[in-house]
């Protein structure tokens, strides 16, 4: 018996293997590490406007000035990525994150012109090497366009990752803000990236944005799966289409648009990840910028059944669709199917009141 303690929700909701595949790398640095880089670099941010990273109030502002920041201030040297990632994973492995694809955006940390896309990534490499030693979290790092640049700075850096390829790099995303940045833009870097076998995402009908610029990224981008995705409830005929093809939802219960647009009150009932599932769509929860929405893994799976009402056996469900939305291989998908399945079973049995 006591080998076996109950659990309750959050205890199990941590304790389920998990995999994340949406998740900014910029977006999970820690309060404390954010203000010793910012020292330590000598970035010159005041400490109140860090403080204000830390703040998710009422109508919480999104995220993207955090990340320029980063870009043009703080991150500077190989050794910044190297910690940020371990970090990050060390993070990860705590809420049993087991498999994580992660997002970093290569182009304005570049543009500063103070490493080399190589020297970048290979850090980042570095840390994730270190951490499938140290802890068993096995990762792998999507590039992703700032698609507030130009497509052609998208190409420049789409080509680097291309001529300098890397197991560990196995695909595309794109994300900043999509207001009036649609995928189509993008189209080149994105057939560069499939034509050299590269798997591919999109940040797309994020910020109440057109449901077309998730077909488009279907049909043009031809992603292998959607981040945010929410204005497909707009189109009944794409929900079909996406509930048929089975393809995968990553979705942010914290994501900061719905927040601030809907009415707290009726935030929950009115929220889109509440209704995707219903009509098919496979979604997945995931934390996007984990330390700046005050979330974690287990806090996003967390709101999933809080606030969207979603079963254990909803949950049971996500976790299958995470797996199948994971680029890995079938062989690596089947056994952690299997193995998963079993502990997730395990522990509901486990579960106080489910
Ligand atoms: N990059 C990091 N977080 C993001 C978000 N919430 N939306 C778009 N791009 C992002
Ligand atoms: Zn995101």
Redesign the pocket.
Request: net charge negative.
């Given at each position: 018996m006591s080998e076996t303690p109950p659990l309750d929700l959050i205890s199990f909701l941590r304790a389920i293997p998990k995999v994340e595949l949406h998740c900014?790398l910029?977006?999970t640095i820690r309060h404390e590490t954010m203000v010793a880089l910012n020292r330590r670099k000598n970035a010159g941010i005041s400490e109140e406007e860090i403080d204000g990273y830390y703040v998710r109030g009422e109508k919480p502002k999104?995220?993207?000035h955090i990340?320029r920041q980063l870009e043009k201030l703080i991150v500077r040297a190989p050794r910044d990525l190297y910690d940020i990632t371990v970090d990050y994973l060390r993070e990860a492995h705590a809420h049993n994150v087991r498999y994580a694809e992660f997002f970093w955006n290569p182009s304005g940390v570049l543009a500063q012109r103070t490493m080399t896309y190589v020297q970048a990534r290979d850090a980042i490499l570095g840390a994730i090497r270190d951490a499938e030693k140290a802890l068993g979290i096995v990762s792998r790092l999507i590039p992703a366009i700032d698609r507030q640049d130009t497509p052609e700075a998208a190409f420049e850096m789409v080509s680097l990752v291309v001529e300098h390829p890397a197991p560990e790099v196995i695909g595309l995303g794109i994300?900043?803000?999509?207001v009036d940045r649609p995928p189509e833009l993008f189209w080149k870097s994105y057939r560069l990236a499939k034509r050299r076998g590269l798997k591919a995402t999109a940040?797309a009908g994020?910020f109440a944005q057109h449901w077309r610029n998730i077909e488009t990224a279907l049909d043009l981008l031809e992603v292998d799966r959607i981040d945010h995705g929410y204005t497909v409830l707009d189109n009944p005929a794409l929900v079909r289409r996406c509930a048929d093809s089975g393809i995968v939802f990553t979705v942010?219960p914290t994501?900061?648009f719905y927040l601030r647009t809907l009415p707290r009150a009726e935030w929950a009932t009115k929220h889109p990840i509440r209704f995707m599932p219903g009509q098919g769509i496979r979604v997945h929860p995931n934390s996007?910028?984990p330390t700046y929405h005050i979330v974690t893994p287990t806090g996003a799976w967390f709101m999933m059944v809080k606030d969207f009402g979603f079963s254990i056996d909803d949950l049971r469900g996500f976790m299958t669709n995470g797996l199948d939305g994971a680029w890995i291989d079938e062989t690596t998908r089947r056994r952690w199917a299997h193995a998963w399945a079993a502990e997730f079973d395990a522990l509901r049995g486990r579960l106080t009141g489910g």
């Open positions: 900014h910029f977006g999104g995220v993207l990340f994300d900043y803000s999509e940040h994020e942010i994501n900061s996007d910028d």
